[in-house]
């Protein structure tokens, strides 16, 4: 890398028009958090706010041959790998990132775009699991997918959910930020192949938000890209979504979607509010209740 340059994290996603997920929240992410983001088209999606109408997937060969034009000519210090629409996209992205295994990969999988549009077709989820998961640094993905994860084929008997992190973590996958929904708060809990390394509690708002997995996803492979070790890029990336999210607008008829600038545009009152909270969380080592 020269001049002043800033790390560079080459992310694969879905096109969202609306800006609230995909390679659009990725990019406004990145940038927030001082990296550069290249991007790869996995596929296109048709939709508002509101909802998905059309999901479009791109040629495999035009997926990979984007992504090594990109990377002879840049230094990519990070990849991002959100939503893919099959099995034969994801074989491609994963031939082109084991040739470079030294660079950090974070994977945030959607099989659901909305409940009109499901990619989770067992051809998809068996890629991922046998292509995607063994070559990544930290996987990010709600209950649900970690379980798709470790038994893709939908007519086996679905495995704990300890058993499929234990299962996940065993194929080569370094972290798993597994990420729950309650009825008042949202715990992420972090593992490796040692076990739990930590867990945060975040306080649930009452409005749907958009693209909170992509938007994580990418945090912490900013994060990565600037050279912290991944324990505290899950925690302090956890932090910026949970200040993105707090300060989620409304642009259409919709969901909401996070601020992913929500620092360049505080005011009196939001510097008010967030002086009331803690410095830093307090409770057992590697927990946090935000």
Known sequence: MTGDSPPIVLTFGLS???????IQADLLALASMGCHGATVLTGYSVRDSASCDEVNGLDPDTVATQARMLLEDMPVTAFKIGAATRAEVVSAIAEVVS?????????????TLDDEHVLSADELRESLADLLVPQTTMLIADHATL???AQPDS???????DTAISHILSQGCEYVLAMETG???HVNTLYSEEGQVRQDMWDRGVNRIMGVTDTLG?????????GQEPAEAAREAQEYVFQAARAAFRPGMGAYLPDRFFWARSNDADEDEASALPDEPTGLPGEARH
């Open 16 to 22: 969202d028009p609306t800006g609230g997920s995909g």
């Open 99 to 111: 040739d470079y295994d030294d660079v950090p990969l974070i994977l945030a999988p959607d099989f």
């Open 155 to 161: 007519d086996a008997e679905a495995p704990t959910l």
């Open 147 to 149: 379980l798709q994860l």
């Open 183 to 185: 009825t008042h708060y």
């Open 218 to 226: 990418s945090a912490v492979a900013a994060l990565l890209a600037n």
